[in-house]
């Protein structure tokens, strides 16, 4: 069963920034498209960004110009750099696959901002 270990969140103040980490323990991981997604209090998970085995990215509008992902195929890794982070942008963040989260969860990792 492949497995998803999300990291490097925090408490960061508003304007600061934060990278996030996603080691999956797949051997096919290089041909997966991966994305991180997001869920805050009292609201459904969402999709914040993605990236195909060879590199395209797509962003969500609200973090446009903000969010950078990228992966790592040879560590099986994907991270998400946030900066200029907002007071909406806290939320538990986690990775999986796209279109379709087809793999188990994670524990996620959690992300506050403050003001």
């Known amino acids: 069963q492949v497995q998803l270990v999300e990291s490097g969140g925090g408490l960061v103040q508003a304007g600061g920034s934060l990278r996030l980490s996603c080691v999956v323990s797949?051997?096919?991981?290089?041909?997966?498209?991966m994305g991180w997604y997001r869920q805050a209090p009292g609201k459904q998970r969402e999709l914040v960004a993605a990236i195909r085995s060879g590199g395209n990215t797509m962003y969500a509008d609200p973090v446009k110009g903000r969010f950078t992902i990228s992966r790592d195929n040879a560590k099986n890794t994907v991270y998400l750099i946030m900066s200029s982070l907002r007071r909406e942008d806290t939320a538990v963040y986690y990775c999986?696959?796209?279109?379709?989260?087809?793999?188990?969860w994670g524990q996620g990792t959690q992300v506050t901002v403050s003001s």
């Open positions: 999986n696959a796209v279109p379709l989260a087809t793999l188990s």
């Open positions: 797949a051997s096919t991981f290089s041909i997966n498209a």
